[in-house]
């Protein structure tokens, strides 16, 4: 790695803190760089994931995507896998704490999260280091913990949003939560780190590994804050529990579909955290006077679906939006549902078709104006469908099922 320029510095920490809420501090991470190019080594790069859910979203890559800069600019990503912290459950964001997950499901989530990653970040060996929490934290003593806990005081703790909140609520905050951050921090102390990232949410907890870094002697990491990224609402934050998400997983005709589904007032925000397009061109194309909003819209799906399927399934993937919602068409290829009999009720046919999780959902779509077979609207929950090999389900804008008589 050679010695940077005063330019070069420069220029990397305007591309590194794109899309940044926050960075405790900037003045510290031209420096780091600097005395990184100078000592021709790579700055250990930390990302905390307690897997306590498999599967990774448009979210989660935000900050995948930042840590995948730094890759590229030579630096190595540190993966830490909380497998003892995800014993404890992270508070964050809730009212509650969460469930304490087993050894088994963390191992597995664990995976998943990983083989996921791996469609963001270079998992070469010299760009990427593993390591599970449970390799320092299982062996921290009684009087090694509380030493640790001495180092933050009470009121201190009580500054994390979190548990303001649930006290001002009256809702219990239990003491083991208040051991989180000290532990997170910790992991920071044990790997090193020259730098964490994280979200938002994430922030109290980082600047607890710059508190304990300190107070052991070794220099601060420099934390950079991402934004969360909105849903496909425009309202809450992207959540599999919420249904506003895109998987990075997501068959490529899907993941275009549900990011044309975005309001236009999301764009900018999507544009900048989740592509690389330089700030002149993302303005040019959120510009309703220099670029059509559908266009627009159609340039950062084909663009997200590139990344994660290749360009020539982004491709057809557009031709086959347009084919079925520009010009009304079905989709060409659509599942198959299996049915029997002359008729059956269209609530059951909608679970037949798996385009709904429970009865209540079925009957909410039917009677909103969503379900139709052969572009027939069916708003009655008591309509029974004469079945005919070869029909045409749709549940909404974008669920198709072909109807095959058995």
Not at 74 to 85: N, Q, R, W
Not at 292 to 301: I, S
Request: aromatic fraction near 6%; charged fraction near 25%.
């Amino acid at each position: 790695m050679s010695e940077l320029t005063d330019k070069q510095a420069q220029e990397q920490v305007m591309a590194l803190s794109r899309g940044c809420e926050a960075i405790y501090t900037q003045q510290e991470l031209e420096q780091r760089l600097r005395e990184a190019s100078k000592a021709g080594r790579a700055l250990r790069v930390k990302l905390g994931l307690d897997p306590t859910a498999p599967d990774i979203h448009l979210g989660h890559t935000v900050v995948l995507r930042k840590m995948r800069q730094f890759q590229d600019l030579g630096h190595k990503a540190v993966l830490i896998i909380g497998d003892y912290t995800a014993r404890i459950g992270d508070p964050t964001g809730q009212n509650a704490t969460r469930p304490m997950l087993s050894p088994e499901q963390i191992r597995a989530n664990a995976q998943t999260y990983f083989d996921q990653a791996g469609r963001v970040l270079d998992t070469a060996p010299d760009k990427l280091e593993v390591r599970y929490n449970s390799e320092w934290l299982e062996k921290l003593s009684f009087a090694e913990l509380i030493q640790l806990a001495a180092k933050k005081t009470v009121a201190q703790m009580l500054q994390r949003d979190s548990f303001k909140a649930r006290l001002e609520a009256n809702v219990d905050v239990y003491l083991h939560e208040m051991l989180y951050p000290i532990m997170q921090g910790y992991d920071s102390v044990m790997i090193d780190a020259d730098v964490e990232l994280g979200g938002t949410d994430q922030t109290f907890n980082n600047l607890v590994g710059r508190d304990l870094q300190k107070a052991s002697g070794k220099p601060q990491q420099v934390v950079m804050v991402l934004p969360i990224l909105v849903g496909l609402d425009g309202v809450q934050k992207m959540s599999k529990s919420k249904g506003n998400y895109v998987g990075v997983t997501d068959a490529p005709n899907d993941m275009f579909g549900k990011v044309m589904s975005i309001p236009d007032s999301l764009m900018g925000n999507y544009f900048t955290l989740l592509t690389d397009l330089p700030v002149a061109r993302i303005a040019a194309l959120t510009d309703a006077d220099k670029t059509h909003p559908r266009q627009a819209k159609a340039d950062l799906a084909r663009r997200i679906v590139a990344q994660y399927h290749g360009e020539r399934a982004a491709a057809d993937a557009e031709a086959e939006f347009d084919r079925v919602f520009a010009k009304k068409n079905a989709p060409t290829e659509m599942p198959e549902i299996a049915v029997s009999g002359a008729s059956l009720n269209v609530v059951q046919l909608v679970l037949r078709a798996g385009f709904a999780s429970s009865v209540s959902e079925a009957r909410r779509l039917v009677q909103q104006n969503a379900v139709s077979v052969d572009e027939k609207k069916i708003s009655d929950i008591a309509a029974e469908v004469t079945l005919t090999d070869g029909a045409v389900l749709k549940v909404g804008k974008r669920r198709f099922g072909r109807i095959v008589l058995r």
